[in-house]
């Protein structure tokens, strides 16, 4: 179950915890619940005076917690704290006045607290865990759960797609919740009919960097100058050249460590743990790690470093560095 159902159902249930730790890399599903939170607060208070939004590294502890503690005439509170600093060395005696609070918190308060990191070590993470809910807000990490997120969205908006065209929705647009959730709308109120199709993505999508600078190393699989040049160019439209060559050099790594792979034995599957990467990536990663060989991978690397040197000392034009490099790719 995703978490922002976990709220969704704790809310239809009236079972909303009074202490949480929401935190984990996708903002997008954060906000989204804590749209459904704010809504159901507003239902009780449509003036909105019972929620409050503060800030953890302006307000402290004694504050927060004089606050959860007052009484709301117009029912429920809801408090949220942002960018709390709670997880940081130094902290120590400064958080006793939550720990007394989790002991015992004000059923009519509904506090919750905003992190992008955690240190579940920390006595701070252990109290909420104990007294209260933590909630992880992560990306969907294998490809079955986007298209399971897809599916969700999609009928949000009352809207289709074969499987092949949300699998190119995913290629194309990239693996980001935020972004997508933009082009859905998009495509929603321009596709009239039901079904979303492959054309109408090309046509409204912009395609991620990412996905332009897996075809450019298509191209130079394929040896194809021409095609590769083309590809850096339209990257070059959308990022910085230096911006460019990172990515550049971050697929050759991860290809190279694919191909280390492989000639020790080892399978797809290992891929994401000993890349450090998401198993939709290192899918397409491994796939693509197996047209290009260990020492084109090794040569590509080192023209990288080479390139990123001569960029940042001025030796020549960083677009015109990098389209020689490109060159090299593909004709060595």
Same mark, same amino acid.
């Given at each position: 179950?995703?978490?922002? &159902?976990?709220?969704?159902?704790?809310?239809?249930? /009236?079972?909303?915890?009074?202490?949480?730790?929401?935190?984990? @890399?996708? $903002?997008?599903? !954060?906000?989204?619940?804590?749209?459904? %939170?704010? /809504?159901?607060?507003?239902?009780? &208070?449509?003036?909105?005076?019972?929620? @409050? =939004?503060?800030s953890g590294k302006t307000t402290n502890p004694e504050q927060i917690v004089e606050i959860a503690n007052m009484v709301s005439f117009f029912g429920g509170k809801l408090i949220i704290v942002e960018d709390i600093p709670y997880f940081q060395d130094g902290q120590g005696d400064a958080l006793e006045p939550f720990y007394t609070y989790f002991k015992n918190p004000n059923p009519g308060t509904c506090l919750v607290f905003l992190a992008q990191n955690v240190n579940r070590g920390r006595k701070f993470f252990k109290a909420i865990?104990?007294?209260? #809910? =933590?909630?992880?807000?992560?990306?969907?990490?294998?490809?079955?759960?986007?298209?399971?997120?897809?599916?969700?969205?999609?009928?949000?908006?009352?809207?289709?797609?074969?499987?092949?065209?949300?699998?190119?929705?995913?290629?194309?647009?990239?693996?980001?919740?935020?972004?997508?959730?933009? @082009?859905?709308?998009?495509?929603?109120?321009?596709? @009239?009919?039901?079904?979303?199709?492959?054309?109408? !993505?090309?046509?409204?999508?912009?395609?991620?960097?990412?996905?332009?600078?897996?075809?450019?190393?298509?191209?130079?699989?394929?040896?194809?100058?021409?095609? #590769?040049?083309?590809?850096?160019?339209?990257?070059?439209?959308?990022?910085?050249? %230096?911006?460019?060559?990172?990515?550049?050099?971050?697929?050759? $790594?991860?290809? %190279?460590?694919?191909? #280390?792979? $492989?000639?020790?034995? $080892?399978? #797809?599957?290992?891929?994401?743990?000993?890349?450090?990467?998401?198993?939709?990536?290192?899918?397409?990663?491994?796939?693509?790690?197996?047209?290009?060989?260990?020492?084109?991978?090794?040569?590509?690397?080192?023209? +990288?470093?080479?390139?990123?040197?001569?960029?940042?000392?001025?030796?020549?034009?960083?677009?015109?560095?990098?389209?020689?490099?490109?060159?090299?790719? +593909?004709?060595?």
């Amino acid at each position: 179950m995703w978490e922002v &159902d976990k709220v969704r159902q704790g809310i239809a249930k /009236n079972q909303i915890p009074p202490v949480s730790l929401w935190y984990g @890399e996708e $903002r997008f599903f !954060i906000q989204e619940a804590l749209h459904l %939170l704010k /809504n159901s607060y507003l239902a009780q &208070d449509p003036s909105g005076s019972g929620i @409050e =939004v503060l800030s953890g590294k302006t307000t402290n502890p004694e504050q927060i917690v004089e606050i959860a503690n007052m009484v709301s005439f117009f029912g429920g509170k809801l408090i949220i704290v942002e960018d709390i600093p709670y997880f940081q060395d130094g902290q120590g005696d400064a958080l006793e006045p939550f720990y007394t609070y989790f002991k015992n918190p004000n059923p009519g308060t509904c506090l919750v607290f905003l992190a992008q990191n955690v240190n579940r070590g920390r006595k701070f993470f252990k109290a909420i865990e104990k007294k209260g #809910a =933590v909630l992880e807000f992560g990306s969907p990490k294998r490809q079955q759960e986007w298209m399971t997120w897809l599916d969700r969205e999609l009928a949000a908006r009352e809207k289709t797609m074969k499987p092949q065209v949300k699998a190119l929705l995913l290629e194309w647009g990239g693996h980001q919740v935020g972004i997508l959730s933009q @082009e859905l709308d998009k495509l929603a109120l321009y596709v @009239e009919g039901k079904e979303i199709r492959a054309e109408d !993505i090309k046509l409204l999508v912009p395609q991620a960097v990412e996905a332009t600078v897996f075809e450019l190393l298509d191209a130079v699989a394929a040896r194809s100058t021409k095609v #590769a040049v083309q590809k850096l160019h339209q990257v070059l439209r959308q990022e910085h050249s %230096l911006k460019v060559l990172t990515l550049l050099s971050r697929q050759v $790594r991860l290809l %190279l460590g694919a191909s #280390a792979m $492989r000639r020790q034995g $080892r399978g #797809a599957e290992e891929a994401p743990h000993l890349l450090g990467i998401k198993p939709f990536e290192a899918q397409k990663i491994w796939q693509k790690s197996a047209l290009l060989t260990w020492e084109q991978l090794s040569g590509a690397l080192q023209a +990288c470093l080479e390139t990123d040197v001569a960029i940042k000392t001025g030796k020549g034009e960083p677009e015109f560095l990098l389209e020689l490099m490109i060159t090299e790719f +593909c004709t060595t």
